[in-house]
């Protein structure tokens, strides 16, 4: 299939990144939760092993730098749409014992090559693509992972039964209500940016593609509201 790759985001979150900041330091989308999620998934299959990483869609690997500091991969490759991600990334992961690239690309382009990976990783970022891309990136990230390889899935879904509108409205619902850190002005821009750019699916769609491109999901997943760790391997 043949998909139109995007070489630039749209949706820059970089545009907010002050109040992405405050959202991940305020762990108003439960990063903490998850990370911890990701860390314990990724020691109970790599613990003193060696395996390659690939984060897409990384940021500025806020959230993941010191993870990945506990449990330093062999190789670390990062990409991402934005270059003020990528230089503030640089920065985080400086201090890894491990080489670190990072390079500006879309994350359907970085699945393209040969290369394969031990742990693909993604978190918030799926969310971005239509649904097509959706079930292209899955069957790239299938081909991509190497033998005993996970998938790991950090991203926001909407349940079952919300169209996206339903979802739109009960996530701003509850960001008006709980994110009580947030400026008017900074709660505005993020409903900017979620009607924009977020297409979240529902989880069971999401594991419907993983499964047609050969993936399954493994047990596992604690929903924090509309936030899940999904976690994939090759059948
Ligand atoms: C919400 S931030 C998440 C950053 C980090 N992964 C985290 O969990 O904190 C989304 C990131 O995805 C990047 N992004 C959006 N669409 C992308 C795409 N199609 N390919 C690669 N990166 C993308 C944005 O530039 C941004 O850095």
Redesign the pocket.
């Known amino acids: 299939m043949d998909v139109d790759v ?1 070489s630039e ?1 749209s949706g820059e ?2 545009d907010l990144w002050d109040t ?1 900041k405050k959202v ?1 330091v305020e762990d108003l989308m439960f990063h903490a939760a998850l990370s911890q999620e990701v860390e314990c998934a990724l020691r109970a299959r790599f613990q003193g092993a060696d395996f390659s990483l690939l984060d ?4 500025d690997a ?2 993941f730098a010191p993870i990945l500091r506990r449990i330093p991969p062999a190789r670390y490759k990062g ?4 270059d003020t ?1 990528l230089a503030l990334a640089a920065e985080n992961l400086k201090s890894l014992p491990c080489p670190v690239q990072l390079a500006h690309s ?2 359907l382009s970085a699945l393209s090559g040969e290369t394969t990976h031990d742990v693909i990783h993604s ?3 799926l969310h ?2 239509a649904t097509q891309e959706k079930a292209e990136f899955f069957r790239r990230a299938s081909r991509a992972l190497a033998p005993g390889g996970l998938l790991l899935l ?1 991203d926001t879904m909407r349940e079952e039964d919300e169209t996206r509108e339903d979802y739109l409205r009960h996530y701003f619902d509850w960001i008006e209500k709980d994110w009580a850190g947030l400026s008017r002005a900074e709660k505005d821009a993020v409903y900017e940016h979620i009607s924009t750019s977020d297409f979240p699916e529902p989880l069971s769609l999401l594991e419907r593609q993983a499964r047609e491109a050969g993936l399954k999901r493994l047990a596992g997943d604690v929903p924090h509201r509309w936030h899940h760790l999904m976690r994939f391997e090759r059948v």
């Open positions: 995007r985001y979150i970089f992405y991940v897409l869609g990384c940021g806020h959230v990409v991402d749409l934005s991600a879309d994350m978190s918030f970022v971005h693509l950090v």
